[in-house]
Each structure stands twice: as C-alpha cells, then as structure tokens.
Nanobody
Framework: QVQLQESGPGLVKPSQTLSLTCTVS??????????WAWIRQPSGKGVEWMGT???????HYSPSLKSRTTISRDTSKNQFILQLNSVTPEDTAVYFC?????????????WGQGTQVTVSS
C-alpha cells in the first residue's frame, strides 16, 4: 500500500519561504517511470498543479509558479520537498503531494491527506 504524508509548518509569514516535505512509504521515489507532484487547492477554488519531480530527479514546474518553486528530493529518506519563495496570502491553500503514473498529462493515483498552509503576519 502506497502512502504519502505531507509535513511542515501550518503558518508562514508573507515574503518568507514555504517548505513542505512529503514522506512516501510503500514505494520508492526512484521507481522507474513514477512522478511525484505537489498540488494545492485554495479554499473555494480548484486544484492547481505546482510541479513534479520524476524518478530520475528531473523537475517540471507550472509556468505560473516556476520562478518561485523548487522541488527536490532526499532518496535516503524517500522524501520529496517543496519550497515556495516569497509567499503572499494568495498562497494560502491546502497542499497535497501525489504520485503520478504517467508523463504529462499526469494521472495521479495516490494522494496524501493534505496539509493546510496559511500565509499571514
């Protein structure tokens, strides 16, 4: 059974960096042809794909967030990490990590439960 679990601070101040970790169990993030994504959903709005790190370590970002987003990984801990710089209150959302089994358009088959992040002073 594949499980993903997001962790990180629930409150971030404006202009600071949001950092979240996704810990994966039941599968290795280096498994061939798997992709690991960050997705967010502001309250009352649709989901927004932020970016993906592939089994190779290659990254792919949403054009609208590319300038502020970095996704990295720690293969020794089977984790991948999101960093979003220069946050504003508009970055307040529930953040999810997910596994994709296809190249774009990504098809997500496993999701974490999500973690609320609020940007506020």
């Amino acid at each position: 059974q594949v499980q993903l679990q997001e962790s990180g601070p629930g409150l971030v101040k404006p202009s600071q960096t949001l950092s979240l970790t996704c810990t994966v169990s039941g599968d290795a993030i280096t498994t061939n042809r798997l992709y690991w994504a960050w997705i967010r959903q502001p309250s009352g709005k649709g989901v927004e794909w932020m970016g993906t790190i592939a089994y190779t370590g290659a990254t792919h970002y949403s054009p609208s967030l590319k300038s502020r987003t970095t996704i990295s990984r720690d293969t020794s801990k089977n984790q991948f990490i999101l960093q979003l710089n220069s946050v504003t209150p508009e970055d307040t959302a529930v953040y999810f990590c997910a596994r994709a089994i296809t190249m774009p358009p990504y098809e997500f088959d496993y999701w974490g439960q999500g973690t609320q992040v609020t940007v506020s002073s």
